[in-house]
């Protein structure tokens, strides 16, 4: 099986490595480089995977290297990985999961020709309910797109977008997970305001979000509708709903969502000077 290298141990590597081998990835088949030595060690004991300090330890042998260190850190990484591949046979598909960054960069920093899909992930990928994004670089092919659209489809859903889209998947997919989370904050502290226990607050906001999403993808039905047919005329949701447009809730999404889309943006300038 194509044996994948993963370049950062953190949140969103963790999530893709513990989401491969959810899916019945073999862990042989998996090796992480990971800077921060215990955190090596922690991923290398929960999850049984070669974690090493060196990029191109890690890179040897596989056919995929995934980038999944912050943005910052890019830059250093891929010196990295370019010397060692001017170094050795190896022409690995670099995948990148950097928020921002574009592929022009990565092919600014590699050596020429190397294929380069970027990703948009999210955490959810952690239980194989990602949503992700893909895009091609110049030199990505068929085969590498389909690669990458197989290794991400095993840990939730994958679509195709162009890389111009890249910043509104972001606004979407990529941060989206924080504002339901924030969500969920914001109901069960509101639930204990009005009386419950926090577990009971807690399991009740939690399964209200499972099964709102389970409806939202199995029933066929828009948001709209579904609201609609929670909302009884003179109701106690339409009470809610009327306080939270007040509020200018919907207003807030959109503002919200522009900030992440300029953020994205403001950090993928590829730089002029080509250093
Ligand atoms: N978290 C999320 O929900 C999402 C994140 N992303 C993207 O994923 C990337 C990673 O984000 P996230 O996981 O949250 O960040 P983290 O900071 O949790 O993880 C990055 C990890 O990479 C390590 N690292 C940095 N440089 C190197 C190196 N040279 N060699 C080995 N390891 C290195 C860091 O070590 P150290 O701690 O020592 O710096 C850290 O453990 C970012 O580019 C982000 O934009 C994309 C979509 C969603
Ligand atoms: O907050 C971030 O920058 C990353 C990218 C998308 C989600 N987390």
Not at 47 to 54: A, E, K, L, N, P
Request: no cysteine; glycine share 10%.
């Amino acid at each position: 099986m194509t044996r994948i290298a993963v370049v950062g141990g953190g949140r969103i590597g963790e999530a893709l490595v513990s989401g491969l081998l959810a899916s019945g990835r073999q862990a042989r088949d998996l090796v992480v480089t990971e800077r921060f030595e215990a955190r090596g060690r922690e991923l290398a004991s929960e999850y049984g995977i070669r974690v090493t300090q060196s990029i191109a330890d890690a890179a040897e042998g596989a056919a995929v290297l995934v980038v999944a260190v912050k943005p910052n850190d890019v830059e250093s990484v891929l010196t990295e990985v370019a010397e060692y591949q001017e170094t050795s046979d190896d022409d690995q598909l670099i995948v990148s999961l950097a928020a921002g960054t574009t592929t022009a960069r990565f092919e600014q920093l590699l050596p020429a020709g190397t294929a380069v899909v970027r990703v948009m992930p999210n955490t959810p990928m952690l239980v194989g309910q990602g949503a992700s994004a893909i895009t091609p670089g110049r030199h990505a092919t068929a085969v590498h797109m389909d690669l990458v659209e197989e290794m991400m489809g095993a840990v939730g859903m994958v679509r195709r977008v162009k890389e111009s889209s890249m910043d509104a998947v972001t606004a979407v997919s990529g941060s989206g997970p924080a504002y339901f989370f924030l969500a969920i904050e914001a109901m069960v502290d509101s639930g204990v305001a009005l009386g419950l226990t926090r577990p009971v607050a807690r399991d009740l906001a939690i399964q209200t979000l499972v099964g709102a999403g389970a409806m939202l993808s199995e029933s066929g039905e828009t948001a709209t509708e579904l609201r609609a047919a929670v909302m009884s005329p003179g109701g106690t949701t339409a009470a809610a709903i009327r306080q939270f447009e007040k509020d200018g809730l919907r207003s807030a999404f959109f503002e919200a969502m522009a900030m992440v889309r300029d953020r994205s943006a403001a950090m993928g300038a590829v730089k002029e000077d080509g250093a």
